[in-house]
């Protein structure tokens, strides 16, 4: 199990790693609730050439699915963007959220809007890194809460090399059980590629993303353990930083 951590400094994740003891780390190439234009990481060399694993986590502003033009096509751009930039400083790939559309909007058509984003990159030769699509906690009309909808979401953008980062806190409070959730999820995907480690500060299908350490959510950390063991994928842990070394210690001794 590789066993790494979201940094909250972006501009230090290699500091992060030695600090916690981790080979992995997840970061934002850009302040993630802003549109803002790229620039070069300042430990770019360095992430590219050294023993850190590295996981670019996507702006939180995109929404490839919205049906509003004035979101959908710059988040296709940012994805292809930061996808490149990923690939910069070595990065193993992107995680993208699902996205949504507004109540009351055809869920069918945020699904063909994250098609033609695979189509569409595919002609020009692929992503910088793998795209690894989140599953979300909330929301009727998202594409990634419930796993019947990620099995249409997969139908349309599977045969393009798709990957999938598993959350458990969004699984948990999308309504979605954790004691088999790594067979069925990849009974759709045939792949987990990330596991975003994290308990819930809320209750079982509550819609809500608010993380919690491992040890003191609302959902049994054996259950947390079993997933991560279960996945055979490399664990990010997204959990509150007073409690991160704690959890990072759980991972390592299983």
Same mark, same amino acid.
């Given at each position: 199990?590789?066993?790494? *951590?979201? /940094?909250?400094?972006?501009?230090?994740?290699?500091?992060?790693?030695?600090?916690?003891?981790?080979? #992995?780390?997840?970061? @934002?190439?850009?302040?993630?609730?802003?549109?803002?234009? $790229?620039?070069?990481?300042?430990?770019?060399?360095?992430?590219?050439?050294?023993?850190?694993?590295?996981?670019?986590?996507?702006?939180?502003?995109? !929404?490839?699915?919205?049906?509003?033009?004035?979101?959908?096509?710059?988040? =296709?751009?940012?994805?292809?963007?930061?996808?490149?930039?990923?690939? %910069?400083?070595?990065?193993?790939?992107?995680?993208?959220?699902?996205?949504?559309?507004?109540?009351?909007?055809?869920?069918?058509?945020?699904?063909? !809007?994250?098609?033609? $984003?695979?189509? =569409?990159?595919?002609?020009?030769?692929? &992503?910088?890194?793998?795209? @690894?699509?989140?599953?979300? +906690?909330?929301?009727?009309?998202?594409?990634?809460?419930?796993?019947?909808?990620?099995?249409?979401?997969?139908?349309?953008?599977?045969? &393009?090399?798709?990957? @999938?980062?598993?959350?458990?806190?969004?699984?948990?409070?999308?309504? %979605?059980? #954790?004691?088999?959730?790594?067979?069925?999820?990849? *009974?759709?995907?045939?792949?987990?590629?990330?596991?975003?480690?994290?308990?819930?500060?809320?209750? @079982?299908?509550?819609? =809500?993303?608010?993380?919690? !350490? #491992?040890?003191?959510?609302?959902?049994?950390?054996?259950?947390?353990? +079993?997933?991560? $063991?279960? *996945?055979?994928?490399?664990?990010?842990?997204?959990?509150?930083? %007073?409690?991160?070394?704690?959890? /990072?210690?759980?991972?390592?001794?299983?």
């Amino acid at each position: 199990m590789r066993i790494g *951590a979201h /940094v909250r400094d972006s501009s230090d994740p290699l500091g992060t790693a030695e600090t916690l003891g981790v080979d #992995l780390v997840q970061m @934002f190439l850009t302040d993630p609730q802003k549109w803002n234009k $790229l620039t070069p990481h300042p430990q770019g060399e360095a992430l590219l050439t050294g023993d850190v694993d590295v996981v670019v986590h996507s702006s939180y502003v995109l !929404n490839v699915a919205s049906l509003n033009n004035r979101i959908r096509i710059p988040s =296709r751009k940012a994805v292809v963007e930061q996808a490149a930039a990923a690939a %910069e400083i070595g990065a193993i790939g992107l995680v993208v959220h699902g996205g949504h559309v507004r109540e009351g909007e055809d869920t069918a058509k945020g699904i063909d !809007n994250w098609r033609k $984003l695979f189509e =569409r990159q595919a002609e020009q030769g692929g &992503f910088g890194v793998p795209i @690894f699509v989140e599953n979300t +906690a909330g929301g009727d009309s998202a594409m990634a809460r419930r796993f019947d909808d990620i099995a249409r979401l997969w139908d349309a953008i599977g045969e &393009f090399g798709a990957g @999938f980062c598993l959350d458990t806190c969004h699984a948990w409070a999308g309504g %979605e059980d #954790l004691i088999d959730v790594v067979d069925r999820i990849k *009974a759709i995907t045939g792949r987990i590629d990330l596991v975003h480690l994290n308990n819930s500060r809320d209750e @079982f299908d509550s819609a =809500r993303d608010r993380h919690a !350490n #491992l040890g003191t959510g609302t959902i049994d950390a054996e259950v947390l353990t +079993a997933v991560a $063991l279960a *996945a055979d994928a490399p664990v990010i842990l997204e959990t509150p930083a %007073e409690g991160i070394d704690d959890d /990072v210690r759980l991972l390592k001794s299983l």
